[in-house]
């Protein structure tokens, strides 16, 4: 594969507007396809902002009308805001072009990364991203044993009715530890077009998780979220783990050629 350079595009105080940095990708995907550039990674923070991916339900956005970006990647609607690291690969890959390839990918590096900090994560058959488990659903605490008290009686998340936005921090994304349950801790949505990558993830360092609260993220009603300090219980900064996450992308990426899929 060439080479891998990375594109800081602003953090913190210089946080880039999603609509900004989703023109820069444009911009560099019309580049890399022209073979103008190499594979690049544009690497950055936002301010607080929800977008869309293409099967989003409108049963999934927020209900009291927050503003929410419609994009053209794969995947549902998710948050992103201070505190997460936001990353676009923008890759050239061989054709025919096996997205899901690219994906497992991506969520190598990400697991590397999480393993450097000393957490264990994993991956979740038809869920994208990267996951912290949740505990066997027989050693999840009892309701008396939460700092949030649930109603006794079969989870009502099972119910198709169920709006988990409407029903308090009991069913919240941002208290499935608490609950036990599986918790997301890096989000993945890509596009490919003309073989070139677009999109990419986003790794939770110390967010506000209440900001998934508002939403479905992903689409996901029986599991929630998480962060790295939530998990490691101590602030872990998007700076800190900035060179980690490049590192592991840099070896993953460019340590082997990615083959077509089969056809």
Known sequence: MSELRFVHLGFGPEAVEYQE????QRRVHAARFADEIPDTCLM???PPVYTAGRRTEESERPLDGTPVV?????????WHGPGQLV????????????????VRRLEEALIRTCAEFGLATTRI??????????????????PGGLELHFDAGPDPRQDEEF?????GPEYAPSNAGQRGEDRKLAA??????????????SLNCD?????????????????????????????????????????????????????PRAV
């Open 21 to 24: 940095a989703w023109q820069e």
């Open 44 to 46: 950055l923070e936002h």
């Open 70 to 78: 419609d994009v053209d990647r794969g995947g549902k609607i998710t």
């Open 87 to 102: 990353g676009y690969p923008i890759l050239k890959l061989p054709r025919p072009v096996d997205v899901i390839a690219h």
């Open 125 to 142: 058959e038809g869920r994208s991203g990267v996951w912290v488990l949740g505990d066997p659903v027989e050693r999840r605490p009892a």
């Open 163 to 167: 709006d988990l936005r409407l029903s």
């Open 188 to 201: 993945i949505g890509i596009r490919v077009a003309k073989g070139v990558t677009m999109h990419g993830f």
């Open 207 to 259: 967010p506000d998780n209440t900001w998934f609260d508002r939403i479905v993220p992903c689409g996901i009603r029986d599991a929630g979220v998480t962060s790295l300090s939530d998990e490691l219980g101590r602030r872990v900064t998007v700076a800190e783990v900035l060179p980690v996450v490049e590192k592991h992308l840099r070896d993953v990426l460019t340590s082997a050629e990615p083959l």
